[in-house]
C-alpha cells in the first residue's frame, strides 16, 4: 500500500496568521453581499470578524457589505432600551425591526442603560433630598422678615424726604435726571 499525500486546501488555514488567497476573500464578500451575516461567513471560512472587516474595507464595498451590520448611534441605542423597558416591543422585535444580528447586543446594551440610569436616579435623589433640607420659612422668619422690610422702606422714604427738602433749600439737583449724558466741561 502506497500512502497517498495529503492534499491541503489552501485557501484557508485556521491559524491566527493565517493566508487566503484571493478567492476565498471574494468568496466571502460574495457571501456578505448576498445577505449572509458576518458570523456566518467567519465560520464558514475560518477567519475572524476582524480579518473580515479588514477585507471588507480593503476589498468590498462598503455600502452593501456594512449593510449586514447594525450600525445604531448611542441615542438609537437607548430608544431601543427604553421601549423594550416599557413594554412597547419585546427583545425579538426590536432586533428583527433593526437588523440586529447578535444575540446578547440588546441584552447588553440594556444592562449598560441600566446602570447609567441607577447613576442617574441616584443624582435626582440627593437633588431632593437637598431640597428638603431647604424647608419652607418657620412663621417667626417671615415675621422678622416682614419687619425689616418695612424698616428699609421707612429708611427710603425718609431719605426721599431729605433730598427733597435739600433740593428746595438749597436750590441744587441732587437726583440725577434720567436718561442724562455726561457733563460736559
Known sequence: MTKKPKQTNTSHFFSKRSYYDKATI?????????????????????????????????????????????????????????????GLMTIEQAKA????????????????????????????????????????????????LRKELEESQLKVAALNILIDTAQEQLKINIRKKSGAGQSQK
Not at 114 to 137: F, M, T, V, W, Y
Open 26 to 86: 471574494k468568496k466571502s464578500l460574495s457571501a456578505l453581499e448576498k445577505g449572509a451575516t458576518w458570523d456566518v461567513v467567519c465560520n464558514k471560512y475560518g477567519m475572524s470578524s476582524g480579518t473580515l472587516s479588514k477585507w471588507v474595507h480593503k476589498y468590498g464595498n462598503p455600502e452593501s457589505t456594512l449593510k449586514n451590520r447594525a450600525s445604531l448611534t448611542l441615542l438609537q441605542r437607548r430608544s431601543i432600551v427604553s421601549s423594550i423597558q416599557q
Open 97 to 144: 425591526t433593526y437588523g440586529i444580528k447578535g444575540h446578547d447586543t440588546i441584552q447588553k446594551w440594556i444592562r449598560l442603560f441600566k446602570e447609567d440610569n441607577i447613576d442617574i436616579c441616584g443624582l435626582k435623589e440627593e437633588a431632593l433630598k437637598e431640597q428638603e433640607s431647604i424647608s419652607e420659612p418657620s412663621s417667626a422668619e417671615v415675621k422678622m
